[in-house]
């Protein structure tokens, strides 16, 4: 990797990590303003989403692109299938869609990077991969 | 010319450009504004004919006033003070000045401007939909415009399209800013350290990690909003609301949550607008002065302090939401810490000066402008720093004139500068030095006498966004200082004429300039 797409990918994490720091201490903050707070109940599989992330991140760099790819996109869709189940008028639902929502962008960046660029976009996956273990312990251990 | 071309000086052309075209716009916006403001029952045929609705019979609705101020604030902070400086000078330069051979990534660069551009296209929508503009400012506090059309005309599609306009130019900006940053990381000449480079280039960076930390942040915010918006959640919009004789049935959101959100974009993207004109204004003074900046480390790592201390003082944009004392020292202490590096550097800007020769060209005469204006602009900025006295100021046009002078017209005079300065760089030829100085002494004059006046209106509790002052007894003593405040703004509208005409004639007609005009030891005049 060039040292030009190793300071490009990280300069776009600080990006995105601001952009999800934004929304969790939005969420901080709405949750604490009123008592209609109720955090949603997420099925048990979305445990096993978590692996999805990291599991890619092994194959990329191994070198196995085409199922790093197939694994983003389990993990793209089995957040679909998530966001599909949410009530956008249930505040801590609303908030759940939109950081899936926002990270499942990520991930379809995420694949299509590793579908062009392979390798050289690893870093920007590891960060997809961790993120979405951080935003599911966000709702189901801090929430 | 290729339109979709990946070349930065390309790029930095066609920023320039939209740039140009979008403070036009905006100076007509502001121009019919101030017409409104003295003469509030005056009909209008052109009025009718181009707003209906909004001017019917050609008497302006305070609707179309506010929706007018809305989309001035709007173009004028995001698509010329942002663009122009930053993108344009930037993308021009910064490759040129580093020893580069282009940004880092050209494509990406390309997609910045053209994204940019969708942004502009479906801003200016908002004025033909169904309803208008949307009237909310170009702060868009819920719960106005987080309701939809129920709180007015132009807050249906009007401002669905300033948020979509807004999230498009918060992507260009993030895009933007990596690849600055990358730019300036990875590319600069095997010679040349951080301390190596010219000042203008510090301007750039630096503005680059504002952008790159606060447009993220804007963008979650306006994602929030259009949920609000059409999708029913309540993030912003409180409970026990009642608009136009209805009830909202929606509750537990907090205006105050977008207010948080919304200026910890805001007031970074104050220096994200002075932050290159700064770096510019030294390297001009210095050109001119025939002498080295004054204390160049000192005003690089001033550049940096100004930068980092803008993501902590958001909350003195919210003194009378309520938040706690405790929380107000704080950030009215943090405020005022901001005044250390500014001093630091606007002495070093007169140390430049002293005892230098110097050479008083046109970009010369608005480098002295930017510092006088950057001076007025921020003492006033001391003033509303401090909770006691922001809360009597606050709303008033005393805070008009304030960011006017130190956001607006400041930025515009580094604009100036720098297109004088880069102007044979650009086209081979130089802007017409005495039109330029007319241009200049003119426009001095003109931004002192418009807004000067407003900061006495403050004084006496004039509020802004009113559309019509003949209804408060209170605010008819300063109907003659605004009839005279609107007759500056037509003078100085008018001293732009010059400028228009110097800048195209110069393009065919100017003077053919040398490789290095200005005898100045950047490598933008050394490199081809």
Known sequence: MTNVARTGQALLIAASSMFFAAFTSAMVVRRGLSGDWITPLLPTWVWATLLLGPLASWLI?????????????????????????????????????????????????????????????SLFWHFVGALWIYLVFLFEVWA | MRIFSTDHKVIGKQYIGLALFSVLFGMVLSLIMRFHLVHPDTKVKLFGLLWPDGAPGGQMTPELYLSLMTMHGTIMVFFVLTTAPQSGFGNYFLPLQIGAHDMAFPVLNMLSFWTTALSLLTLLAALIVEGGAPLSGWTAYPPLSGL????????????????????????????????????????????????????????????????????????????????????????????????????????????????????????????????????????????????KVFGYKAMAIALLAIGGLGFVVWGHHMFISGMSPYSSIAFSVLTLAVGVPSAVKTFNWLATLWGGRLRFTAAMHFALGFVSLFITGGITGLILGQPGLDIYFHDTYFVVAHFHLIMGVA??????????????????????????????????????????????????????????????????????????????????????LIFLFNYFWSQRRGAVAPTNPWGATTREWRDD
């Open chain 2, 411 to 496: 930025a515009i005079f580094a604009i100036f500068a720098g297109l004088h300065y880069w102007f044979p760089k650009m086209y081979g030829r130089f802007l017409h030095e005495g039109l330029g100085k007319l241009h200049f002494y003119l426009t001095f004059v003109g931004v002192y006498a418009v807004f000067v006046p407003l900061h006495f209106a403050g004084f006496v509790g004039n509020p802004r966004r009113f559309p019509d002052f003949k209804e408060y007894e209170f605010l008819k003593s300063v109907m003659p200082l605004h009839i005279g405040v609107t007759h500056a703004a037509y003078f100085l509208a008018a001293a732009q």
């Open chain 2, 148 to 291: 939809g059309k129920i709180t007015g005309p132009g807050q249906g599609l009007g401002q669905d399209l300033w948020i979509l306009s807004i999230a498009l130019f918060c992507v260009a900006s993030l895009m933007a800013a990596i690849n600055f940053i990358v730019t300036v990381i990875e590319l600069r000449a095997p010679d040349m350290g951080y301390f190596d480079m010219p000042l203008t280039c510090w301007g750039w960076f630096v503005t680059a990690l504002i952008s790159l930390f606060a447009f993220a942040v804007l963008l979650a915010g306006g994602i929030l909003l259009m949920l609000d918006r059409n999708a029913g959640t309540s993030f912003f919009i409180p409970g026990g609301l009642i608009v136009n004789d209805q009830i909202q049935t929606r509750s537990g959101g907090s205006p105050v949550l977008f207010q948080h959100l919304f200026w910890f974009f805001g007031h970074p993207e104050v220096y994200i607008a002075i932050l290159p004109g700064m770096g510019l204004i030294s390297t001009i003074l210095s050109v001119f002065s025939g002498k």
């Open chain 1, 61 to 121: 760099q191994r070198g196995h692109v085409r199922p790093a790819m197939a694994a983003g996109a389990a993990l793209v869709s089995s957040q679909l299938a998530l966001l599909a189940g949410l009530r956008l008028f249930v505040i801590g639902e609303a908030f759940f869609g939109v950081l899936i929502a926002a990270h499942a962008a990520h991930a379809v960046a995420g694949v299509a990077a590793i579908g062009r660029f392979g390798a050289r976009a």
